[in-house]
């Protein structure tokens, strides 16, 4: 049976944008850097969308650093970090100027 992939956008205090997916309760996919190359966040979400975990393709600006004890203890502590988007909502209250740039330029004109 096909579990049910879902992901989660965190952005840490120092501005970096971490992608993180699930299938069903499992953590399945990790990577990190996204701020670092304008639009790579949206291009992420869009091909998971499509194609689910697979087709995540980071460009050299961004680190798969999936690593699941790690990468659990980060999502549960709590500290330094905020969800800012899950597979069905946003949180822009949520957001400082990394997520907000991440979700809001337009790829083509970089503005």
Do not use: C, Q
């Not at 790690?70 to 999502?75: A, Q």
């Amino acid at each position: 049976m096909n579990k049910k992939l879902s992901y989660k956008v965190l952005e840490d205090v120092t501005g970096g944008l971490h992608l993180y997916v699930w299938s069903g309760d499992n953590l399945i996919y990790g990577a990190a850097g996204f701020e670092a190359n304008p639009g790579s966040l949206l291009r992420a979400i869009a091909e998971f969308r499509l194609g689910g975990v697979r087709a995540i393709k980071p460009d050299g600006s961004v680190k798969e650093s999936f690593d699941p004890e790690i990468d659990i203890l980060r999502l549960t502590d709590g500290d330094g970090w905020e969800i800012v988007a899950e597979s069905d909502v946003m949180y822009p209250m949520d957001m400082r100027s990394a997520a907000i740039d991440a979700f809001t330029r337009n790829e083509r004109t970089g503005s």
